[in-house]
């Protein structure tokens, strides 16, 4: 927001990307399907930085999510007309190069002097690492207690999660589009409401509300009638599933809501249903910008797919920021075949005998050896099926997994698979896809660092 200027009635952010891998066509809906002010694109996930991560140790003008640069010069020319900006955390762990591939699209459409492009950095602490373990700071993983020097060598990405305010002084320097790298979720959705209506630092409420309205949206359409459990099979149109829009207010009320004529349902079952999402407890529900208290949200319908969201109380944040590790955790491979009636079930199990004691006769040991009978009660174990229901299956997938620290011994696994086609039981097929393939195993290290120890960063690319 300007100086002086006032703040607007209402801001309108669209969710345009759940993960990266989401609908494509989704963000160019949002643009086109009716009015908004932004939009919002989530990109990265826990595993996604190592990823990007790896990328760039190959090609230093890598490491960001590559999709978001075609998907901007298809969009640039509405965004400009519209006067649109985006907020996307596309930029990984490398958003200069990130800026500068956006940039040139721009130059490639004509829109030289049209776009100003916002760059967040200061969240790659992969090569601080030693530096900040030497001045006392553990790293602890929050899961196990052990201190990070036990994996120090294995270590493949370490990114802390910036809050909302980077992004909103971006915004102040006349940002038309925000990259990030590792920006907390609901901050992409946060920072424009604080623009806008200039929320302070210590208008928790304010900011819990915002936090709020980027939960909800942060996983796209899963709010709007996507991966939606209740009354699922009435939710219509979900080949032309809208995404979801929040309609935000100075005073922290926000409604969630859609284009018309786009496909799925908003409603306060479904907004339930994504509020609880990924949730730990429901009276803390801590980010780097304040704590939300999810227990005062109170829910209403606002008319047809609308959500009206209110009562939404914030405490003060933490002085910690938490950081995402991805470290290597060996080798492991993945096969499947699938074995028909008569006597699915027993034949995928005879298999799995075979193909175990042919591994132990070699010698290989493993880490890990995992065995699902997929069709027989591989999700619900126990609870799903009776013996007499196993001798009626018609087809059961057999699906075993090794993980190993030896990557010889997950390779050899892999060539022990095809065999059983011919010289195990019966009935089999679903190998056309060929001899599974070894992959890297990246595991998760979830930390805590003081957020003294972060400076995040903000430079303008102009177009």
Known sequence: MSKGSPAP?????????????????????????????????????????????????????????????????????????????????????????????????????????KVRIGVVTGDDLLGRLDGLVARGHELTNLDTGRPLRDVRDRVRSANAYLGAWPVVEALRQGADIVITGRVTDTGLTLAPMIHAFGWKRDDWDLLAAGTVAGHTIECGAQCSGGNCLVDWERIPDLANVGYPIVEAHADGTFDITKHPGTGGRISVAGVTEQLVYEMGNPAEYITPDCIADFTTIRLAPAGKDRVRVSGVRGKPATDKLKVSIAYFYGYKAVGTLVYAWPDAYKKAKAADGVLRQRLTALGLEFEAILTEFVGAGATHGVLALETADLDALPEVQLRIGVRSFDAAAVERFTREIAPLILNGPPSVTGFAGGRPKPEEIVAYWPALVDKRMVEPCVEIVEV
């Open 9 to 113: 009635p209402t801001v309108r952010i669209a969710a345009g990307q759940g993960f990266w891998g989401d609908w494509l066509e989704a963000p160019y809906r949002q643009v086109t399907g009716g009015p908004i002010d932004y939009l919002m694109l989530d990109y990265l996930a826990e595993v996604t930085m190592s990823i990007l991560q790896k990328q760039k140790s190959r090609d230093p003008t890598l490491g960001y999510a590559k999709d978001f640069v075609p998907l901007m010069e298809r969009i640039l020319p509405t965004l400009v007309e519209r006067h649109i900006k985006v907020i996307a955390n596309a930029g990984g762990v490398n958003p200069p190069a990130c800026a500068e591939a956006v940039a040139a699209a721009a130059r490639r459409l004509r829109l030289d002097g």
